[in-house]
T-cell receptor, first 115, second 112 residues
C-alpha cells in the first residue's frame, strides 16, 4: 500500500516568512509524529498526535512552531517568522499498534531552506 | 528509554554479511530494540525489532544476547544499496507511545 507522503519535497523561503508542511500518513494509522533533522544529525522528535490531539508537543523548539491534525489523518506543521536556523529536513512518521509496540514508518521528508 | 552505543562507521564488502553491533547495557525488561536505516536524502526506513528472541525478516536478522545488553543486526548479503546510516534504538513497549530517540548511528559503507 501507499506509504507516508510529504509535500512539498523542497521548500525555499525567506527569513521572516510563514511556511506550511503537509504530511499524509498511512491509511488507518492513528498515531502521527513530526521530527526534524539537521545536517549530519539524527532526527529529533518535535510532536506526536494520537488521533486529532497533540499528545506530546515537548519537542517543538518555540512558539513559532505549531502543528495540527484536524480530522485525525493529514497533518500540517506550521512555522511562523522563519529563521535561518529552521533550515532542516522535516520528517513525518505514522504508526499503528502491533501487539505491545507500534512501529513508525517515515515519509521522505520536506527539505526546508530559509534564506 | 535506554541509551544505545554504536560504532561510528563500518565497512563491508559487497556480497558479504554485514554485522552491526549495538550496546544497550541499561535496557529494561519491557524495552524493545529497533533498527532503522537512512539512505542518503531519504527518510528513515524500518528494518526490524525484537524484545529478547532473535528475529528474522526479508531484510535482516536481529540477534539479541541472552542478557539483552547488546544486539547485532545482520545483513546476510550486503549490496551497494545497503550503504546507509544504521540506527539502533531502544524503546519501551506496553502503553508507552513510540517517540524515537535517534543517536548518531553507524555509517555502513558497502564497497565493491
Amino acid at each position: 500500500g501507499a506509504g507516508v507522503s510529504q509535500t512539498p519535497s523542497n521548500k525555499v523561503t525567506e527569513k521572516g516568512k510563514y511556511v506550511e508542511l503537509r504530511c499524509d500518513p498511512i491509511s488507518g494509522h492513528t498515531a502521527l509524529y513530526w521530527y526534524r533533522q539537521s545536517l549530519g544529525q539524527g532526527p529529533e522528535f518535535l510532536i506526536y498526535f494520537q488521533g486529532t490531539g497533540a499528545a506530546d508537543d515537548s519537542g517543538l523548539p518555540n512558539d513559532r512552531f505549531f502543528a495540527v491534525r484536524p480530522e485525525g489523518s493529514v497533518s500540517t506543521l506550521k512555522i511562523q517568522r522563519t529563521e535561518r536556523g529552521d533550515s532542516a529536513v522535516y520528517l513525518c512518521a505514522s504508526s499503528s499498534r502491533q501487539g505491545d509496540t507500534d512501529t513508525q514508518y517515515f515519509g521522505p521528508g520536506t527539505r526546508l531552506t530559509v534564506l | 528509554d535506554a541509551k544505545t552505543t554504536q560504532p561510528t562507521s563500518m565497512d563491508c564488502a559487497e556480497g558479504r554479511a554485514a554485522n552491526l553491533p549495538c550496546n544497550h547495557s541499561t535496557i529494561s525488561g519491557n524495552e524493545y530494540v529497533y533498527w532503522y536505516r537512512q539512505i542518503h536524502s531519504q527518510g528513515p526506513q524500518y528494518i526490524i525489532h525484537g524484545l529478547k528472541n532473535n528475529e528474522t525478516n526479508e531484510m535482516a536478522s536481529l540477534i539479541i544476547t541472552e542478557d539483552r545488553k547488546s544486539s547485532t543486526l545482520i545483513l546476510p548479503h550486503a549490496t551497494l544499496r545497503d550503504t546507509a546510516v544504521y540506527y539502533c534504538i531502544v524503546i519501551a513497549g506496553g502503553t508507552s507511545y513510540g517517540k524515537l530517540t535517534f543517536g548518531q548511528g553507524t555509517i555502513l559503507t558497502v564497497h565493491p
